[in-house]
């Protein structure tokens, strides 16, 4: 159970940096039956990114820190937090695991190892979701939002998935090492 904790922990942690540092947090629609498309826009933390037929791409990082939105500050700030609580989460869980396997009589400092792990594996998961699950819900009430003019509609990006995916994986081993 520990190994296996280990594993979707260590899992968990990757797909979380590849979520932070992936453009492609929101990406355009395509909507009204426009079938030509020559621009594809991904939007993430760190950058812009813009497809021209599939064969060009070019990233622009945002020029000022200042003067992006309050909730994109947050994310980025969030998300930061996350990736550096996962690579303390996952190198608890090796030492407790290693200290586990040579046996003796340090079990109980064996479970505080454990149980910290799994504690900071499950903050991590929250950590994660509280910015992906914004950001798409902010992206499906824009999306049906007759307000918002089509060319800035936006659909959901791969990263939100990546998201999703690391936060279950992240509260799955938290739950397997709190349960010690």
Not at 7 to 34: C, E, F, H, K
Not at 65 to 79: D, H, I, K, Q, S
Not at 100 to 123: C, E, Q
Request: aromatic letters at 10%.
């Amino acid at each position: 159970l520990q190994i296996t904790g280990l594993i979707l922990g260590g899992a968990g942690m990757v797909g979380t940096l590849a979520a932070t540092v992936m453009p492609q947090w929101r990406v355009s629609a395509y909507v009204d039956g426009n079938i030509v498309v020559f621009e594809t826009i991904w939007e993430g933390l760190w950058m812009d990114c813009v497809s021209q037929l599939g064969v060009r791409l070019q990233c622009k990082f945002y020029d000022s820190v200042l003067a992006l939105p309050p909730p994109l500050e947050a994310f980025r700030a969030l998300m930061c937090l996350a990736v550096g609580l996962s690579v303390v989460a996952f190198l608890m869980a090796i030492v407790g695991v290693q200290y586990t396997h040579r046996g003796g009589d340090r079990a109980r400092g064996v479970s505080v190892f454990i149980l910290a792990a799994g504690v900071a594996f499950l903050l991590t998961g929250t950590l994660v979701l509280i910015p992906v699950s914004w950001t798409g819900g902010s992206i499906v009430r824009d999306f049906y939002d007759p307000e918002v003019p089509v060319p800035l509609k936006r659909e959901l990006g791969a990263a939100l998935y990546v998201g999703w995916g690391s936060t279950a994986l992240l509260l799955a081993a938290g739950a397997m090492y709190c349960h010690f």
